[in-house]
C-alpha cells in the first residue's frame, strides 16, 4: 500500500529590503535626526541665553514622539517602503524647529513685534503627523487616486482660484484664505492635487501626446489638438500670476506640467516650447503687474535700496534682498555658529522664505550645502521609487511629487540668493507656515505608499504537487 502526504506549505521569508532591514534602518536613522535636532536646540537656547531651556524634556519627548508615530504607522501599513524618505522629512522637520526657536529669542530680544512661533509650529507638526498617519493607514492603493481625475482637478481649481475672491491681500499676494481667525495657503495642498491628476491624464493620453508633429529646426513641435491642455495650464497659471500675484504658485504649476509631460512622452520639444511659453507671459505679466514688477526690480537692483529716496528705481520698496546677501556674505564658509548672528535684520520673513538666509550666516556654506543635499536626497528617492515601480500612474504620480517638492526648493532658494526674482513660497519642511508642513507630510505620505508598492517583493510560487515527497510503505 501506498500512502502520499499532502502538499507541504511554503513558508514566506522576510527578504531583505523588506520589514525587518528596512524598518530597521529607518527607525535607527531617526534616532539619529533626532540627536542633531536635539543637540541643535540645546546649542541654540546655550548660546543666546546661557542655559538650557526650562521645558527642554517636555519639548523634546514631544518632539520624539511625532516621527515615532509615523515609524509605526509605516512599519504596520506600508512596510517595504524606502527607509530614507521618513528619516530625511524627519531631520529637516526638526531643524526647523531649532531656527524658528532660535528666531523667536532674536526677534523678543530686538523688539520685533512677531510672536513666538515654535510652539505653534510644533502643533502643526502633530497635525501633519495624524495625517500622515491617516493616509498611509488609509490609502490600500495609491492607484485608487487615479479613478477620478476630473474631479480631483476640479477641485484643485477651485482652491487655487479662491484666494483671489477675498478682499485685501498679505504682503502683496493673494494666497491664504481666511476662516475666522484660521488661515491657510491652499496653494500648498493644490500642487499635490495637480500631480495627481497629470499623472490620471497623462497615462491615458501619453501615446497621442508623443505622436510627432510638425518639424521645425530639428525639434519636433506639437500638434495642434495636443497642443490645447499646454495652452489651457499656459493661461491659467497666467490668471494666477495676474489676479493673485503669486510667482512662485504659478511658476511651480507650470513647470509641474512641463517636466510631467516630458517624463510621459520622452520630446524634448515639449520642455522648450513649455518653457517660452512661460517666459514670454511671465515677461509680459511683469512688466505691467506692480508686485510682480517690484520683485523682479528687486532681484535686479538688491543694493539700490540704500541710495537715497528719489534715486531708487520704482518699486524698490524693501531691503530683505540686500540683507539675505549680507547673511550669506558674513556667515562664510563654516558660519557664525547657532545663536552667533543677526538674522533678524531680515524682519518679518525671517521665518518664511527667509529662513535659509539663518542657516547661511550661522551654519555657513557647508550648512546650507548640507540642508540643499538633504532636499536633493529626498527628491533622489522619489524618483528612484518613480523608476522602480511598475505601473504608469505610479511612475508619473512618484516623479510628479519628487519634481514639486525640487520645483519649490529651487523658486524659494533661487529667490533668497539673488538667481531668480523673490516668490515669496515657504521652504518646505523648514519653514514656518501649517499649511506648508501639513501638505509637504502629506506628499511624503503618498510617496511613501508608492515606494511600498514598488519595494514589495514578488509573492511566492504555489508548491508543485507533483514533486511533493511520496512515502512508499512495505505490505
Not at 143 to 167: D, E, H, K, S, W
Not at 296 to 322: C, E, K, N, T, Y
Not at 355 to 361: C, D, K
Not at 432 to 438: A, K, P, R, T
Request: glycine share 10%; net charge positive.
Amino acid at each position: 500500500m501506498t500512502g502520499r502526504r499532502g502538499p507541504a506549505k511554503l513558508a514566506v521569508r522576510p527578504s531583505r529590503s523588506g520589514r525587518l532591514g528596512d524598518r530597521g534602518l529607518e527607525l535607527a536613522l531617526l534616532l539619529g535626526a533626532l540627536l542633531i535636532c536635539v543637540f541643535g536646540y540645546a546649542e541654540t537656547a546655550l548660546a543666546l541665553t546661557g542655559k538650557l531651556p526650562p521645558d527642554m524634556a517636555l519639548t523634546c519627548v514631544a518632539a520624539a514622539a511625532l516621527p515615532l508615530v509615523c515609524h509605526v504607522a509605516v512599519r504596520r501599513f506600508a512596510p517595504h517602503a524606502d527607509p530614507l524618505i521618513l528619516p530625511l522629512a524627519t531631520l529637516l522637520t526638526g531643524l526647523g524647529l531649532v531656527l524658528i526657536h532660535r528666531l523667536d529669542i532674536a526677534y523678543s530680544t530686538h523688539s520685533h513685534h512677531a510672536p513666538p512661533a515654535a510652539s505653534g509650529q510644533l502643533m502643526w507638526c502633530g497635525i501633519a503627523v495624524a495625517v500622515f498617519a491617516g493616509v498611509v493607514a488609509l490609502l490600500k492603493d495609491h492607484r485608487r487616486l487615479q479613478r477620478y481625475p476630473y474631479v480631483t482637478i476640479a477641485v484643485g481649481m477651485v482652491l487655487l482660484m479662491a484666494p483671489a475672491f477675498y478682499p485685501g491681500d498679505v504682503y502683496g499676494a493673494k494666497r491664504w484664505i481666511f476662516i475666522g481667525p484660521l488661515s491657510f495657503q491652499p496653494g500648498e495642498f493644490v500642487k499635490i492635487v495637480i500631480v495627481v491628476f497629470f499623472a490620471g491624464y497623462l497615462t491615458m493620453r501619453r501615446d497621442a501626446l508623443a505622436l510627432a508633429g510638425r518639424r521645425l529646426m530639428g525639434m519636433y513641435l506639437p500638434r495642434g489638438r495636443q497642443l490645447g491642455p499646454v495652452a489651457a495650464v499656459w493661461m491659467l497659471s497666467l490668471l494666477v500670476l495676474v489676479f493673485e500675484r503669486d510667482l512662485g504658485t504659478s511658476l511651480i504649476f507650470f513647470g509641474l506640467f512641463v517636466i510631467m509631460l516630458y517624463v510621459a512622452t520622452e520630446r524634448t520639444s515639449w520642455v522648450v516650447f513649455g518653457v517660452v511659453m512661460f517666459a514670454v507671459g511671465a515677461f509680459v505679466v511683469g512688466s505691467f503687474e506692480p508686485h510682480v514688477h517690484g520683485r523682479v526690480v528687486a532681484w535686479l537692483h538688491p543694493m539700490d535700496i540704500f541710495l537715497p529716496p528719489d534715486q531708487r528705481p520704482a518699486g524698490l520698496v524693501s531691503d530683505q534682498a540686500a540683507q539675505a546677501l549680507f547673511s550669506f556674505g558674513s556667515g562664510g564658509m563654516l558660519g557664525t555658529g547657532l545663536g552667533e548672528g543677526h538674522p533678524e535684520l531680515i524682519g518679518f520673513a525671517g521665518r518664511s522664505d527667509f529662513i535659509l538666509t539663518t542657516v547661511g550666516e550661522e551654519l555657513g556654506l557647508t550648512g546650507v550645502t548640507l540642508v540643499i543635499l538633504l532636499y536633493a536626497l529626498l527628491a533622489e528617492r522619489g524618483l528612484r521609487t518613480a523608476l522602480t515601480v511598475t505601473d504608469p500612474f505610479g511612475k508619473l504620480l512618484a516623479g510628479g511629487l519628487a519634481s514639486a517638492l525640487v520645483l519649490q526648493v529651487f523658486v524659494v532658494v533661487g529667490g533668497v540668493t539673488g538667481l531668480i526674482p523673490l516668490t515669496g513660497k515657504a521652504l518646505p519642511f523648514l519653514a514656518q507656515g501649517g499649511s506648508s508642513m501639513v501638505a509637504n507630510w502629506l506628499l511624503v505620505a503618498v510617496l511613501l505608499k508608492v515606494s511600498d508598492t514598488a519595494r514589495r517583493p514578488p509573492p511566492q510560487p504555489a508548491a508543485d504537487v507533483s514533486a511533493a515527497e511520496t512515502q512508499f510503505v512495505r505490505p
